[in-house]
Nanobody, 117 residues
Framework: QVQLVESGGGLVQPGGSLRLSCGAS????????MRWYRQAPGKERELVAGIIRSGSTNYAASVKGRFTISRDDAKKMVYLQMNSLKPEDTAVYYC???????????WGQGTQVTVSS
């Protein structure tokens, strides 16, 4: 059974940087897209960034220019480099992989990112 394991979250001061990582363990379907979502307390989960197999990326307007998503298909990993972090970036961050079939998708367990002085 496939699992996504995330790492890299933590506490950082405003203006600081963090790099999140997410990798698949176990047998996984052929991966098309990889995404990062986040959910702050009392708010709905929102898409932060996504990358598909071709390398095309998309970002939420609130993080464009500050965050960079990348992937390593050989390692089945996705990364999120977060720079110039703001207190409003505080949330639990989740990775999400999807394949080419309607039922091929899996979520990570989430990693906490806290931006505070």
């Amino acid at each position: 059974q496939v699992q996504l394991v995330e790492s890299g979250g933590g506490l950082v001061q405003p203006g600081g940087s963090l790099r999140l990582s997410c990798g698949a363990s176990g047998s996984i379907f052929s991966i098309n897209g990889m995404r990062w979502y986040r959910q702050a307390p009392g708010k709905e989960r929102e898409l932060v960034a996504g990358i598909i197999r071709s390398g095309s990326t998309n970002y939420a307007a609130s993080v464009k220019g500050r965050f960079t998503i990348s992937r390593d298909d050989a390692k089945k990993m996705v990364y999120l480099q977060m720079n110039s972090l703001k207190p409003e970036d505080t949330a639990v961050y989740y990775c999400y992989f999807f394949g080419y079939g309607a039922t091929q998708s899996v979520w990570g367990q989430g990693t906490q990112v806290t931006v505070s002085s």
